[in-house]
């Protein structure tokens, strides 16, 4: 799954635009060359392991619904400033 499917999920279940915007860099070379890639390649997903133990696994269209809407799906922000200046406006 990649970010913008991830954004594009989010955005179909709160039914605001969402999108993802990647930094082209860091502007630390080091930091670039060093970090991994795709670390979790050889781990079968969900872990068998875990689900040997008894773990529960959701979908994350299922988070999406429970965690990510009742967090964000009601929530109207609006910065300080803003708030300053309607508060006067009213």
């Not at 999406?64 to 708030?83: C, D, H, L, T, W």
Request: no cysteine; net charge positive.
């Amino acid at each position: 799954m990649t970010y913008p499917y991830l954004a594009a999920m989010i955005t179909k279940a709160l039914g605001v635009e969402v999108t993802f915007t990647s930094a082209e860099t860091s502007g630390m070379p080091a930091f670039h060359a060093m970090r991994p890639r795709n670390i979790y390649t050889s781990t079968a997903v969900p872990n068998p392991d875990l689900v040997a133990l008894g773990a529960k696994f959701g979908t994350m269209e299922e988070f999406i619904e429970v965690e990510i809407k009742k967090r964000f799906g009601a929530q109207i922000y609006i910065r300080p400033s803003s708030y300053f200046i309607l508060r006067n406006l009213f």
